[in-house]
């Protein structure tokens, strides 16, 4: 008799846990296959800390076939599910095609970027999704310093050491955050004419930073950052961007080459494509996480909508928090579908949340230890700040990450006594991390594929931005516009362990983790391809609360 086989897709929070959980729970009695556009699972909640040259890249990744023993890795993303057939199609990183049959399907394809009608926003900005935009960023604002300290004139210094952070939950609070520690410890060695230094600004809608956040640790981080040097804006957001600045919707023109786009998510188009009940843009599922009429497909993280059995007629949010957890009730009710073991329905209590504001500087509020099994106590969140903060905040980091531990420490050991490396790279340049993307961990690569799609009129364009995987660019100059750095929902980056929640106030989005797609190589033949889900902007749609990649 042939073993059943079980096909997740996405490695997120949500289906790396399920991977493992089910490879620890069926023991080579099924098989297991992962689709994923890269070999690692990504953990969102340090990307600012890449960014800001603290942590190496590969620190925050953890290698699918290193660390999922008995699971089949297939490199491509999901293009279409045939319910009836059981099967899915996908395109892998070349520019090939494939198709995948299954007996069990986990659906954990998490959450893309959301974008907002708004001027410009697409051209100029970058957002913070992947390691490709943490790169960038970390390029771009080591080349904007240097440009600055050989500025000829203190208007054009100025604009290069300003820095827009649009979106104050967790993301972009940590990148304003760090962004400033790392500019600040640059123009030690550069100096800049007189009286200008590094200028980041933090722009949100919302009444205070971080709203999700306890009061008390919503003005201690608010503090940390105006004592820093960071110019927090509430109440205020973007009402154009340019290739010279913004344009504040207070009316203030911002001259700057650096607009970071840390706003919001909305549910991976796959889930809606599949034509079922819909929550949201959500897969509506079963407290038990499977599809209603659908036994053998089962959805978690963003891209399902889960009922809060804590809050009877509400739905989790889309955070890492919940991701992580639900991928671990995921793999136990497929195997229990397959027999082994019984299923249980997914419930939670809040683990807390931790947020990074860099240096010995951060702000908690972990639940106490007694809290754990009882949803009542462990929402009695004990508030931490400062050195305290600080040191939980790296302990939950370190806990929660499924690999690199000691790497990661060694890193954070090395940035407090050595002096951090200010140069560029020059691996990702700017129209290769565009904002309108449906895949910011792929890097886009100079003379590949073109894929049609809708602009931003509706017209047909040769190099759509939108799609699954989106349109590959042409190898053109980097150009020195505003560039978005990257900056939750994510998933997931003021982290609540496995991710705390990216909640926002009622008008304002946030940040999760986009999905990745295939790119193709250069000089890669064309090959056939199923026409790609797109992730145009949507301001009809509600913002989306968290991510699954965030913390």
């Known amino acids: 008799m042939s073993r059943p086989r079980i096909v997740i897709v996405g490695a997120g929070f949500a289906g790396y846990r399920t991977a493992r959980t089910l490879s620890r729970l069926t023991r080579n009695r099924a098989d297991i296959t992962l689709l994923n556009p890269t070999d690692y699972f990504l953990y969102l909640p340090l990307l600012p800390q890449v960014a800001a040259g603290i942590l190496e890249p590969r620190r925050v990744t953890v290698s699918l076939t290193g660390t999922l023993r008995h699971v089949r890795l297939v490199l491509g993303e999901a293009d279409d599910i045939d319910l009836d057939a059981r099967t899915v199609h996908y395109s892998d990183p070349e520019g090939g095609i494939g198709t995948l ?68 939950g967790y993301t972009g609070t940590e990148v304003a955050a760090q962004g400033q520690l790392f500019t600040d410890e640059l123009v030690r060695k550069q100096p800049l004419w007189q009286g200008v230094r590094p200028r980041w600004l933090l722009l949100d809608i919302a009444e205070r930073v971080m709203p999700e956040m306890d009061e008390k640790l919503s003005r201690t981080a608010d503090r940390v950052l105006r004592q820093r040097g960071v110019d927090v804006r509430m109440g205020t957001s973007v009402k154009e961007a340019t290739h010279t600045g913004v344009l504040l919707t207070d009316g203030e023109f911002v001259d700057t080459r650096t607009l970071v786009w840390c706003v919001g998510v909305r549910p991976d188009p796959l889930a809606a494509s599949l034509g079922l009940p819909m929550e949201r843009g959500r897969l509506l599922v079963e407290p038990t996480l499977h599809v209603p009429g659908r ?81 009542h106590l462990a929402s009695l969140g004990v508030p931490l700040s400062g050195a305290v903060a600080g040191a939980v905040t790296r302990g939950y980091h370190l806990a929660a990450m499924p690999g690199n531990r000691v790497r990661v420490a060694a890193d954070w050991l090395l940035d407090a006594v050595l ?11 700017s129209w290769s991390v565009p904002l309108d993307t449906a895949s910011p961990e792929l890097a886009r690569v100079p003379g590949g594929q073109k894929k049609a799609g809708p602009d931003k009129t509706g017209a047909e364009s040769p190099a759509a931005s939108g799609g699954r995987g989106g349109a ?80």
Not at 334 to 359: C, M, N, Q, T
Not at 419 to 429: I, K, S
Request: hydrophobic residues 35%.
């Open 101 to 168: 049959t299954y007996d069990r399907l986990v659906l954990a394809a998490g959450s893309v970027n959301k974008l907002l009608p708004i001027p410009g926003v697409a051209e100029h900005a970058h957002g913070f999704r992947g390691l490709p935009e943490a790169l960038y960023l970390r390029d771009h604002v080591t080349r904007q310093v240097e440009l600055a300290a050989g500025a000829e004139d203190p208007k054009s210094c100025r604009s290069r050491c300003t820095f827009v952070v649009v979106g104050a």
């Open 419 to 429: 002096p951090r490396q200010g140069v560029q790279l020059g691996l990702v340049r």
């Open 472 to 551: 590959q660019w042409q190898e053109t100059p980097d150009k020195p516009g505003p560039v978005a750095v990257p900056g939750a929902a994510g998933k997931p980056h003021a982290s609540p362990v496995p991710g705390a929640s990216e909640r926002s106030g009622p008008a304002r989005q946030q940040d999760g983790p986009a999905k990745p797609g295939p790119t193709a190589v250069p000089g890669a033949p064309e090959s056939p391809r199923r026409q790609p889900r797109t992730s145009a902007p949507d301001a009809a749609q509600e913002p989306a609360k968290g991510s699954e990649g965030d913390t």
């Open 295 to 375: 036994p053998e497909v089962f959805a978690c993280g963003d891209a399902a909508a889960v009922p809060d059995l804590t809050k009877p007629g509400e739905y989790t949010p889309m955070t890492a928090q919940h991701a992580w957890r639900q991928g671990k009730v995921a793999g136990h009710n497929v195997a229990a579908s397959l027999g082994i073991g019984e299923p249980k329905p997914y419930r939670h209590s809040d683990l807390g949340f931790v947020v990074d504001l860099g240096g010995i500087k951060a702000a908690a509020n972990p639940p106490p230890p007694f809290g754990r099994g009882d949803p």
